[in-house]
């Protein structure tokens, strides 16, 4: 009776928990940093070619142009995922445009939405990329997963980065 008493109180212990997260974490923010050996224009360059994309980022499928102003703040797309059996669209508002020195873009989706900015930076014949990222829950009810997408966030950002670094090396080097 007491073993039944005491797992009575995991699910209320579980929403107590998530809601404690929902409140103090209503949004989480990722850093990373990346070294590629290759001049900026390069990496700039392969970066922002679509036909390559799917090369590199994960699940990529396409990306569809809503209101498009080339290069310009406000331009429109719709990225086109196929990630575990699953498609997926994800609004994307360019935010921020330098050429060959910033990229920032607003990612709108159901549960959340990301601020993405990403600098481009020329280092010797180097570029060091350095992406800043915040995520901000749609929902109450999204939010105590955010520490959760945050750690599987930055891992897939890890692994596409890692891809981006040594198609773009081989490229440069041959």
């Known amino acids: ?24 974490f209503p949004k ?5 940093t990346y070294t590629i050996k ?4 390069d990496t700039w360059n392969y970066f922002h070619n679509q036909k390559t994309m799917h090369l590199w980022m994960d699940g990529f499928k396409s990306l569809q142009t809503v209101q498009e102003t080339p ?35 607003k990612v709108d ?9 990403i600098e481009f930076i020329k280092n010797d014949n180097n570029t060091i990329i350095k992406q800043k990222i915040e995520i901000r829950s749609n929902t109450f009810f999204f939010r105590p997963i955010l520490l959760i997408v945050k750690i599987a966030m930055k891992k897939e ?10 198609l773009v090396e081989s490229q440069y080097q041959s």
Do not use: C
Not at 109 to 117: D, F, L, Q, V
Not at 157 to 166: D, R, S
């Open 1 to 24: 009776m007491r073993i039944l008493r005491y797992l009575l109180w995991i699910p209320f212990v579980i929403i107590f928990i998530s809601l404690l997260l929902a409140l103090f």
């Open 28 to 32: 989480v923010n990722i850093e990373s």
């Open 38 to 41: 290759a001049p900026i224009a």
């Open 71 to 105: 290069n310009k703040i406000g331009s429109i797309y719709v990225l086109h995922f196929h990630v575990d059996d699953y498609d997926m669209e994800m609004n994307q508002t360019i935010t921020e445009f330098e050429a060959y020195k910033k990229f920032g873009f």
């Open 109 to 117: 989706h159901s549960g959340a939405t990301s601020i993405n900015n």
């Open 157 to 166: 950002n890890e692994k596409n980065y890692n891809k981006l670094k040594k």
